[in-house]
């Protein structure tokens, strides 16, 4: 089993960016794809990006609007997420997952292995 661990999370002002990162170990990373999510208080948790294992192909939720840039660094076996222009809507506990298969539409049942999570929030 996988263990992945999130770090980068925090308070920022709108306007204002993050970068997340997701530390994992327990498997070939360079085989792993992975992906973001994020579930805000009250809401189902929702896809934000997914990146293949050798950093293509990247897929974004489409409500992002170009605001979020996912990357990877198989040689220090961890993923990012750079987030600018953050709103108040992006407020949300942010989630890595690892799995095997890319998936352009990916559901969080498709991944085995997920992160504590990050809290990341923007105020206004």
């Known amino acids: 089993q996988a263990q992945l661990v999130e770090s980068g999370g925090g308070l920022v002002q709108a306007g204002g960016s993050l970068r997340l990162s997701c530390a994992v170990s327990g498997r070939t990373f360079s085989t792993t794809v992975v992906a973001w999510f994020r579930q805000a208080p009250g809401k189902e948790r929702e896809f934000v990006s997914i990146i293949g294992a050798s950093g293509r192909p990247i897929v974004y939720a489409n409500s992002l609007k170009g605001r979020f840039t996912i990357s990877r660094d198989n040689a220090k076996n961890t993923a990012y997420l750079q987030m600018h222009s953050l709103e108040p809507e992006d407020t949300a506990v942010y989630y890595c997952?690892?799995?095997?298969?890319?998936?352009?539409?990916?559901?969080?049942?498709?991944?085995?292995?997920w992160g504590q999570g990050t809290q990341v929030t923007v105020s206004s």
């Open positions: 997952a690892a799995g095997s298969v890319f998936s352009t539409s990916p559901s969080s049942r498709h991944f085995a292995s």
